[in-house]
């Protein structure tokens, strides 16, 4: 039974007239069974190392693998999430893609990147430099620009890398961006505000060290999940796993708390520096993807960004939370692969 969608129907804000993505048709692989983690290995970038997952194009579900089109995508996750969020999407969108996932600096295998304090600025530059070394790579699609996918704090940093590198991004899909906002979200305690003060950092990280991994794992679900009750118990209990591993780290809670600090400073930019100036100069395709039961991102905000975006197409997900690509992975890949199928190719 396909997961729900449905279509939009409020009022685009004033601007440009909303485009309704259009969902592919292409016969997708079976997600029947709870896929391992892809395999990775660590890339050097500007200032240390950080992990990325390798997902290999595998053609066609039927086998007509000649003249398929074979190209390259990067995906980059959300505050507290890591690589292994793209394993479902990334197997469905393998019939047309290349898949690299990125562990942003601080989070899953990554270490921090020496001397960075886990800005956006610096989750910017690890996604940069693995999009170069995505374009290097010999055989089919190499030299040519990468389709960038990114969720919350990953669609705000690919947002703003596609803003500044155009020429290393062939689209962009953002799934529930953490765009600047001028309100804390419910779901969260308004004590986060005071991670923009001096020293709130280091009160931060001893707090997320009295959480044990499962607590953390089930708040997380409660928050980025639009039915939390669905999500599979084996999924559970590989987050919960990946979650100790994570916690091994010395820099683990501090990755989470100072990526939260750099989030809530770049709200406060001006200027050409400002998320909404750079979305409104994208000249790439992207798709905005937002689920309705969204308790992080505000929703709303989902026809504003479309709008905003001169060449873009909106997805809302019926009943879905912050993380699509893994509550509704066949929905999102039928979006990005209708983005991708509409494009002119030589």
Not at 24 to 50: C, N, R, Y
Not at 212 to 232: K, L, S
């Amino acid at each position: 039974m396909p997961e729900p969608t449905r279509s939009v129907s409020a009022a685009p804000p004033a601007g440009r007239p909303l485009v309704e993505a259009v969902e592919s048709a292409t016969a997708l692989p079976s997600l029947g069974s709870l896929l391992p983690p892809w395999p990775g290995e660590q890339l050097p970038v500007s200032g240390g190392e950080v992990f990325v997952r390798r997902t290999p194009w595998t053609g066609p579900v039927d086998g007509a693998d000649d003249p398929a089109l074979r190209e390259r995508a990067l995906y980059v996750h959300g505050l507290g999430g890591a690589s292994t969020n793209w394993t479902d999407l990334a197997a469905l969108l393998a019939v047309r893609l290349d898949g690299w996932s990125i562990d942003l600096p601080g989070f899953g295998h990554s270490r921090p990147r020496s001397r960075e304090r886990y800005s956006i600025r610096g989750h910017v530059r690890a996604v940069v430099d693995v999009l170069e070394h995505i374009r290097r790579q010999p055989g089919s699609g190499q030299g040519q620009p990468v389709h960038l996918l990114g969720n919350s704090l990953g669609g705000l940093a690919s947002l703003v890398v596609a803003a500044r590198r155009p020429d290393l991004v062939a689209t962009l899909t953002l799934v529930s961006p953490a765009m600047p906002v001028y309100r804390v979200p419910d779901a969260f305690s308004k004590a986060l505000l005071l991670l923009v003060l001096p020293g709130a950092t280091s009160l931060a990280e001893r707090r997320l060290a009295g959480v044990t991994p499962e607590q953390n794992v089930r708040a997380m679900i409660r928050m980025c999940f639009g039915d939390p009750a669905a999500v599979p118990g084996e999924r559970v209990e590989q987050a919960v796993q990946e979650m100790r591993e994570r916690l091994e780290q010395p820099w683990a809670h501090r990755a989470v708390a100072g990526s939260m600090r750099g989030l809530i400073t770049s709200y406060l930019r001006v200027g050409r520096a400002n998320a909404w100036r750079m979305a409104a100069s994208l000249r790439r395709p992207t798709l905005v993807l937002w689920g309705d039961r969204d308790r992080l991102v505000d929703p709303a905000l989902a026809p504003r960004l479309t709008s905003v975006i001169p060449d873009a197409r909106l997805r809302l997900l019926d009943g879905i939370g912050h993380v699509a690509m893994m509550e509704a992975p066949e929905p999102t890949a039928r979006a990005v692969l209708g983005m991708l199928e509409g494009l002119p190719h030589p």
